[in-house]
């Protein structure tokens, strides 16, 4: 039996093979959701994402790749989707039994003969170019269809930059575009961890001096060393939960991957406590421009 597995979901709640073949983008080297052959999945488990967008577009290209009365067990905690769950796949034709377990809801359900609306919300959630980005991107990546606000305090901020450089969770590739701009930079690493977004950086960046990575920045070996300067818009969230560890890794990544000299321009939340851990990394770190709930740290090594 061929059982295909989206994210993490947690142990005591689903059940989940061994040899199960992972599909979550947020999951450096997992298969593509979207590469499932149609009728090729025996079972499936989703920890279905929060967005209603990115939800429905998951829970559609798994009924795609389910065969005739193949199960999918769908879970997700009852304040990011989960009330909504048993709704949504009754709309794709599914009879769906709702269980509460541990403030999330699980739902199993059989593929139906004829699955409903599978194309038309495999198309809302695919990618797409946004005019007022004048970006490729899809829903699910962060800040998809808007520009983020400390993202556009930072590139306000940025001098030009030159050498060589990295963006540490690129996202859609805005930050490196930017920084491009200046024939003085000699090439650049855009890491993210968000394999739809690595895809639509790989559009919006075909610079032929950028370097695109799937990568964990957590994972070593994934940033090269000895390099002039890094900018950074690091995630403080993972599972819908804030985690400030997030940040503090980006900040000891960066540490780790500049020359002496080289330089950190990083920006974050202004209540999120990275002046000791900059100051502590770093030879000097101060905040350049603080606004709107925002800062932007310039450390250099």
Known sequence: MRHAVYGLP???LAEVPGDAV??????PGAARLEDLSENSLDAATVLAPPGTVERRYVLAQVLRALGPGGRMIALAPKDRGGTRLAKELTTFGCAAADQPRRHHRICQADRPP???GIAEAIDEGGPRHVDNLALCTQPGIFSWDRL???TALLLRALPVLKGRGADLGCGLGILARAVLASEAVTAMTLVEIDRRAVEMARRNVPDPRATILWADIRTPGQVPGDLDFIVTNPPFHEGGAEDQALGRAFIARAAASLR???TLWLVA???LPYEAPLRAAFRTASVTVQENGYRVYE???
Request: avoid cysteine.
């Open 22 to 27: 992972q599909v979550s983008p947020l999951i």
């Open 269 to 271: 939340n202004a209540h």
């Open 260 to 262: 002496p000299g080289g």
């Open 10 to 12: 947690p142990v005591d």
């Open 114 to 116: 004829e699955p409903a």
């Open 148 to 150: 983020d606000p400390g």
């Open 299 to 301: 450390a250099r090594r």
